[in-house]
């Protein structure tokens, strides 16, 4: 059993920040990719960005050079800070993780949490 816990979520003006963080916890072996998603309302989830065990990231043309992802392997934690924003990056944000534990390779989510950008 894995769990994935966002927070940092909120209201923000254009052009302001957020970071947002995903701690992952269980029985946890090793972590693969984590990453961000998000889903605007009537709009399907999107990948936003993600980051290897190395450090390899990826990022959607929509963010790339306003966000930045980054994890700290020791707490199983995965960040994205959100500079810059707008009020089209206004969505439920989700944290997503590929997690070994003894048993299973497991593909989480966590709840998600809401970034709302005022225009």
């Known amino acids: 059993q894995v769990q994935l816990v966002e927070s940092g979520g909120g209201l923000v003006q254009a052009g302001g920040s957020l970071r947002l963080s995903c701690a992952a916890s269980g029985s946890i072996v090793s972590i693969n990719v984590m990453g961000w998603f998000r889903q605007a309302p009537g709009k399907q989830r999107e990948l936003v960005a993600t980051v290897t065990g190395g450090g390899t990231t990826n990022y959607a043309p929509s963010v790339k050079g306003r966000f930045t992802i980054s994890r700290d392997n020791a707490k199983s934690t995965v960040y994205l800070l959100m500079n810059s924003l707008k009020p089209e990056d206004t969505a439920v944000y989700y944290c997503?993780?590929?997690?070994?534990?003894?048993?299973?390779?497991?593909?989480?989510w966590g709840q998600g949490t809401q970034v709302t950008v005022s225009s």
């Open positions: 997503n993780a590929d997690i070994y534990t003894s048993t299973a390779y497991l593909h989480s």
